[in-house]
């Protein structure tokens, strides 16, 4: 039973470029969330998808956004890169109306701006 | 003021010996509450949830105190691979939504 991947695992990037970053949820799972995590800190929640449609946003400008596909797999766009999107970019998946809120995240993409 | 917040430790254990921390959460609508493990440069990894009435599982130890909106967390006879940094983790809703981290306290267990 695969976990969750993601691709690629390392990136880097300069100023002002545009990245994707990519996801497949674990087997059965239908909901993809998105977090960014800053050395030092825990992960901040950028998005979830369920049913290709955002259904929950945190606190990121719009430079961030995202698309989930029908085989529930997603993506991660980052326009206009700044130095302090360099961060742990984790992917999670979950299975929607289960009792808990349980996520289970990917490996992350290490995202280097320059 | 953080919506999740935990001391960073380090807390350093002998070997065998109990270590707890705990975290404390702002938000008094929290419905679901875990705790994550994270080794250096790797992803979370959900080490447990966290119930009402408290729950075990092997050395680990969770409790919940929603009056003074706290979680803790236990470890028994510490082991060397429990070094890691966990995380505490709050949730709004039961069943989807975002997931609040705290910081993350690390654990250092020595022979």
């Known amino acids: 039973d695969a976990g969750v991947t993601q691709s690629p695992t390392h990136l880097i990037k300069t100023r002002g470029q545009q990245v994707t970053l990519r996801c497949s949820p674990k087997s059965g799972h239908d909901t993809v969330s998105w977090y960014q995590q800053a050395l030092g800190q825990g992960p901040q929640f950028i998005f979830q998808y369920y049913e290709e449609e955002e259904r929950q946003r945190g606190n990121f400008p719009d430079r961030f956004s995202g698309h989930q596909f029908p085989n529930y797999s997603s993506e991660l766009n980052v326009n206009a890169l700044l130095l302090g999107d360099s961060a742990l970019y984790l992917c999670?998946?979950?299975?929607?109306?289960?009792?808990?809120?349980?996520?289970?995240f990917g490996p992350g993409t290490r995202l280097t701006v320059l | 003021r953080k919506e999740v917040e935990q001391d960073p430790g380090p807390f350093n254990v002998p070997e065998g010996a109990t270590v707890a921390f705990n975290c404390t959460y702002s938000?008094?609508?929290?419905?679901?509450f875990f705790w994550y493990r994270q080794d250096c440069r790797k992803e979370p990894k959900l080490l447990m949830s966290?119930?009402?009435s408290g729950n075990e599982d092997g050395r680990f130890t969770a409790q919940l105190n929603r009056a003074s909106q706290y979680i803790s967390l236990l470890i028994r006879d510490s082991k060397l691979s429990d070094s890691a940094t966990y995380l505490c983790v709050v949730s709004p809703t039961d069943s989807w939504g975002k997931l609040q981290f705290g910081a993350g306290t690390q654990v250092v267990v020595t022979p």
């Open positions: 966290v119930y009402s």
């Open positions: 999670a998946s979950s299975i929607s109306g289960r009792s808990r809120n349980e996520q289970f």
């Open positions: 938000n008094s609508a929290s419905q679901s």
